[in-house]
């Protein structure tokens, strides 16, 4: 099938008639516990634009929550994914291996922070993988706790949800949680107390206090970060701030975990969002785009740290399965030759001034924040920084009704995130953002 026209066009409302068909049948087997953001179902897509049943041709400013960031039909990822399908679709690489497992593992080795010996493990989902670092931190440290940040995001299994900080929707109701998590206060700059240049120091300290003083350093086998936290809100930590956390760990034997599940290959204008802070983690988290659509997760990190757990210990029925491993070597490719981390920082340059210019007194844009094409407005009541969800869904609602795919996130609700495959054209890219404009245009009253 060929790539859809890279321009946004209507021919029905949204949602068309056919997705309205179908979204009877979907309501009629699905449960509400399954969410939905555009009440759109799609036909294909590729690039920067999603096709709906309808014939609807859709910007998309989500990639799919952060995967699809060489497109959702990259060519290179369904060559290899056809030639592979065609040969075996699972052995489980507990039974019998396969070369895909160990070139991604590879390519994961070398592209990732650190001229150190590392190793790899796939996995299938980003819980998985936060999962297995906890596991793998544990095993290596011998110690039970896990230091979190407020506002983050790691998952929805019983371990990570345990890690997320946001209730409704993720936790409420679904407990008794997990043991040993514990919680540390975010640099959240726009929102600290004491101001966005205070935010890192106090954080930090506050960190610190709860590691050595509530715990005990030597109970402590990680402490787990998300470089820009991703669901939480897009929120960038102020300068130093992880480099910090990093000394601090690295002081106390602690496993410094970098979730870059929502951040990393390419996202944030780097290869890995920790490169912005200079830090270099022990262990590394990867899912999402890392498999080009397909599902993969991977846990990366220090030889000595993941060889500590014992033969057999790490697995998993569908781990590291060779149709997505394929896919992987393909988005990896692409990601590569096309040098996405250059377009990511394009993209920033492109559009984070237009956000900037939202802001101001009066604004129900608070503020405007991100790394490349990881960027996001915060709305908030004018005049104010209280949280405005209700017009972060009015200016979410008004992009949909006009074909533009964007996503809402934030502990508060009240964050509009963008998050576009990395190819797309700078003509679609700077459409999107004109409607958004005009979203948030039509909700300042
Ligand atoms: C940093 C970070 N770590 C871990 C995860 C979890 O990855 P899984 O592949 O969804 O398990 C995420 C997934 N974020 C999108 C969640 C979508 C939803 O379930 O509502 C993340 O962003």
Known sequence: MAQPTQARSLVTAIPGPRSKELQQERDAALPVGLGMTMPVFVDHAGGGIIVDVDGNHVVDLASGIAVTSVGASDPEVARRVAEQVERFTHTCFLVTEYAGFVEVADALNRLTPGDHAKKTALFSTG??????????ARVATGRPAVVVLGHAYHGRSLLTMSMTAKNIPYKEGFGPFAPEV????SPYPYRWPGGPE???EEALAALKDLVVSQIGAHHVAAIVAEPIQGEGGFIVPPPGYLAGVADFAREHGIVLVADEIQTGLARTGAMFACEHEGVVPDLLTTAKALGG??????????AEIMDAVPAGGLGGTYAGNPVACAAALGALETIES???VSRAREIEARV????????GPGSVVGEARGRGAMLAIELVRPGTTEPA????????????????LVLVCGTYGNVIRLLPPLVIGDELLDDGISVLEAAVAAEQG
């Open 198 to 200: 205070a935010s890192g």
């Open 182 to 185: 514990y919680r540390a206060p």
């Open 338 to 340: 096309r040098d996405l």
């Open 352 to 359: 984070l001034p237009r956000l900037t210019a939202l802001t």
């Open 293 to 302: 659509g397909l599902p993969l997760a991977a846990v990366t990190g220090r």
């Open 127 to 136: 819980a998985e993988a936060v999962e297995n670092a906890v596991k793998i």
């Open 389 to 404: 969800p209700d017009t972060a869904r009015a200016v979410a609602a008004r992009c949909h009704a006009e074909g533009v």
